[in-house]
T-cell receptor, first 114, second 112 residues
Framework: DAGVTQSPTHLIKTRGQQVTLRCSPK?????VSWYQQALGQGPQFIFQ???????QRGNFPDRFSGHQFPNYSSELNVNALLLGDSALYLC?????????????FGEGSRLTVL | AQSVAQPEDQVNVAEGNPLTVKCTYS??????LFWYVQYPNRGLQFLLK??????LVKGSYGFEAEFNKSQTSFHLKKPSALVSDSALYFC??????????FGPGTRLSVLP
C-alpha cells in the first residue's frame, strides 16, 4: 500500500519564477492538505482540498494556489517566488469522513529559491 | 484561535532514562491532540492521538502521552529512551472539521 508520494524531492528556482509541486495521497484517502515548513519551524497550514475544491486556507497569499484532480492527487503552485518561499513543502492526506483522523505525510519537496 | 506551545526547543536525556516532551494547547471546544515525529530530511510520522476517553494514550515505538484538561497539556513520555528516538517532535491540535495546527517542535537528543 503506497503511502503519500510527493515530487520532486528537491528543486532550485530563482526569484520571480513559478513552481509546481505534486502529491499523490495514500490509497483510500480523499483529502489533501499542504503545509510549508521553514527551517527550524513547525509546519504551517497552506490549504486543504476535498472534492476538487479548496475547503480551507491558511494565512498565505494568493501566489499560493492549488488543484485537486478526480483521482484525489493534488498540485501546489507558487508564483512569483520570493527568497522567503524557501522551505520544505509537505503534503498530507486523510479521509474526510473521519473528522479528526490523523494526517499521513509525504517526505516533502524541498524548495530552494535563489 | 487554536494554538500549540512547546516550551522547550531542546530536550537532552541519557539513554535508558525516562523522557518527557512538553506540549500545551489553546483551543475552543474539545481538543483532538496529536504527536508527530520527524527525522532529518523526512516527512512527519504519526505517533499517537487523543480524541476522547482514557487520559493516558499509548502510541508507536513505546511512546505514550497524558492528556490533562485542567492544565491544557498533552505531554509526550517514554519510560526508557533510545538513541534512535533522537528526532524532532511536534505536538498538534485540531477542532473537529478544522485544520491541524502544529507547535514549533522540540528537538530530542538521546545521549548514549
Amino acid at each position: 500500500d503506497a503511502g503519500v508520494t510527493q515530487s520532486p524531492t528537491h528543486l532550485i528556482k530563482t526569484r520571480g519564477q513559478q513552481v509546481t509541486l505534486r502529491c499523490s495521497p495514500k490509497s483510500g484517502h480523499d483529502t489533501v492538505s499542504w503545509y510549508q515548513q521553514a527551517l527550524g519551524q513547525g509546519p504551517q497550514f497552506i490549504f486543504q482540498y476535498y472534492e476538487e475544491e479548496e475547503r480551507q486556507r491558511g494565512n498565505f497569499p494568493d501566489r499560493f494556489s492549488g488543484h485537486q484532480f478526480p483521482n484525489y492527487s493534488s498540485e501546489l503552485n507558487v508564483n512569483a517566488l520570493l527568497l522567503g518561499d524557501s522551505a520544505l513543502y509537505l503534503c498530507a492526506s486523510s479521509t474526510r469522513d473521519r473528522g479528526a483522523g490523523e494526517l499521513f505525510f509525504g517526505e516533502g519537496s524541498r524548495l530552494t529559491v535563489l | 484561535a487554536q494554538s500549540v506551545a512547546q516550551p522547550e526547543d531542546q530536550v537532552n536525556v541519557a539513554e535508558g532514562n525516562p523522557l518527557t516532551v512538553k506540549c500545551t494547547y489553546s483551543v475552543s471546544g474539545n481538543p483532538y491532540l496529536f504527536w508527530y515525529v520527524q527525522y532529518p530530511n523526512r516527512g512527519l510520522q504519526f505517533l499517537l492521538k487523543y480524541i476522547t476517553g482514557d487520559n493516558l494514550v499509548k502510541g508507536s515505538y513505546g511512546f505514550e502521552a497524558e492528556f490533562n484538561k485542567s492544565q491544557t497539556s498533552f505531554h509526550l513520555k517514554k519510560p526508557s529512551a533510545l538513541v534512535s528516538d533522537s528526532a524532532l517532535y511536534f505536538c498538534a491540535v485540531i477542532n473537529y472539521g478544522q485544520n491541524f495546527v502544529f507547535g514549533p517542535g522540540t528537538r530530542l537528543s538521546v545521549l548514549p
